[in-house]
């Protein structure tokens, strides 16, 4: 028994009647006497009584119309959502704490003004985490802070930023040299993160070592231990340029500092692409 056999007999016992069933079906007469005749074999019983100008259900035939009708309506259903299915699923975005709390928000809203349909899952994680999960399927695109170089990848540089050292509002020296920076508490991103990745890259090429007395994974917990006095944190400027404007925060000038890092967007080559992800990835070429 099969679906085309399912539907025949559900047209033929609305109609009792194996020409009005054929044309309704589109389907030409023989075509439904053999349906019939097949599921009949396949039953070991008569289905149909045939009369003069009609038909009508056997009792195994009510039997099985009753069994059918549930199977037959839930598939329609599913039938009548099929060209929306690819709509209905979140776009599953892994993003890094800094640019989740910066400009994601915003190129989302920007995205959905021109894809109302489109949905979003958005879940925030170190960088090795994300790729490893954009890796597996669990996510379909990921945002990460600095660069990576893998043929599995499709990647797209879309912004970058500097990393600056905050203070309290009420530190007194604007400007440190690095050896000067190094002696003060510092309170920095864990390891493995990008923003402490760059600022020990960049400290140890200058022969030195940072020893922090406090790491979070965390960054607003970091910008509040710098508002309460325990010591100078490396951030991202855009992070904290707000509360810097709004002097609740000092940004500390570093000698001879320049550093900056990337957000990268990445997307696995080989991973089918909704409409919606390249739509998306489409945008993301715009960004920057």
């Given at each position: 028994?099969?679906?085309?056999?399912?539907?025949?007999?559900?047209?033929?016992?609305?109609t009792n009647n194996f020409?009005?069933?054929?044309?309704?079906?589109?389907?030409?007469?023989?075509?439904?006497?053999?349906?019939?005749?097949?599921?009949?074999?396949?039953?070991?019983?008569?289905?149909?009584?045939?009369?003069?100008?009609?038909?009508?259900?056997?009792?195994?035939?009510?039997?099985?119309?009753?069994?059918?009708?549930?199977?037959?309506?839930?598939?329609?259903?599913?039938?009548?959502?099929?060209?929306?299915?690819?709509?209905?699923?979140?776009?599953?975005?892994?993003?890094?704490?800094?640019?989740?709390?910066?400009?994601?928000?915003?190129?989302?809203?920007?995205?959905?003004?021109?894809?109302?349909?489109?949905?979003?899952?958005?879940?925030?994680?170190?960088?090795?985490?994300?790729?490893?999960?954009?890796?597996?399927?669990?996510?379909?695109?990921?945002?990460?802070?600095?660069?990576?170089?893998?043929?599995?990848?499709?990647?797209?540089?879309?912004?970058?930023?500097?990393?600056?050292?905050?203070?309290?509002?009420?530190?007194?020296?604007?400007?440190?040299?690095?050896?000067?920076?190094?002696?003060?508490?510092?309170?920095?991103?864990?390891?493995?993160?990008?923003?402490?990745?760059?600022?020990?890259?960049?400290?140890?090429?200058?022969?030195?070592?940072?020893?922090?007395?406090?790491?979070?994974v965390d960054s607003q917990?970091?910008?509040?231990?710098?508002?309460?006095?325990?010591?100078?944190?490396?951030?991202?400027?855009?992070?904290?340029?707000?509360?810097?404007?709004?002097?609740?925060?000092?940004?500390?000038?570093?000698?001879?500092?320049?550093?900056?890092?990337?957000?990268?967007?990445?997307?696995?080559?080989?991973?089918?692409?909704?409409?919606?992800?390249?739509?998306?990835?489409?945008?993301?070429?715009?960004?920057?």
């Amino acid at each position: 028994m099969n679906y085309k056999q399912c539907v025949i007999f559900r047209e033929i016992a609305k109609t009792n009647n194996f020409t009005k069933a054929a044309t309704n079906l589109f389907l030409t007469q023989s075509a439904v006497s053999h349906a019939i005749k097949d599921l009949e074999e396949e039953a070991g019983t008569q289905l149909f009584e045939r009369l003069h100008r009609s038909v009508e259900l056997t009792p195994a035939g009510e039997l099985l119309l009753r069994e059918i009708q549930p199977i037959i309506e839930e598939f329609e259903s599913v039938e009548a959502r099929l060209p929306d299915l690819e709509k209905q699923p979140p776009l599953k975005i892994a993003s890094c704490i800094t640019y989740a709390q910066t400009e994601l928000p915003q190129l989302l809203r920007r995205f959905s003004v021109n894809h109302p349909e489109a949905h979003f899952n958005v879940q925030v994680f170190p960088a090795s985490e994300s790729i490893a999960r954009l890796e597996t399927g669990e996510v379909d695109l990921a945002f990460i802070e600095g660069k990576v170089q893998q043929a599995s990848f499709q990647a797209k540089k879309i912004a970058d930023y500097r990393l600056c050292v905050v203070a309290a509002p009420d530190f007194a020296e604007e400007q440190l040299s690095l050896p000067e920076l190094l002696q003060r508490p510092l309170l920095l991103r864990e390891r493995g993160s990008a923003v402490r990745e760059a600022f020990e890259s960049f400290v140890v090429l200058q022969g030195f070592k940072p020893f922090p007395i406090w790491e979070s994974v965390d960054s607003q917990a970091l910008v509040s231990a710098v508002k309460a006095g325990f010591g100078l944190s490396v951030l991202p400027y855009r992070l904290v340029k707000e509360e810097i404007l709004l002097g609740k925060l000092t940004e500390v000038k570093i000698t001879d500092w320049q550093l900056t890092n990337d957000i990268t967007a990445l997307v696995r080559k080989s991973r089918y692409q909704s409409r919606i992800l390249a739509e998306f990835w489409k945008m993301l070429h715009q960004v920057n």
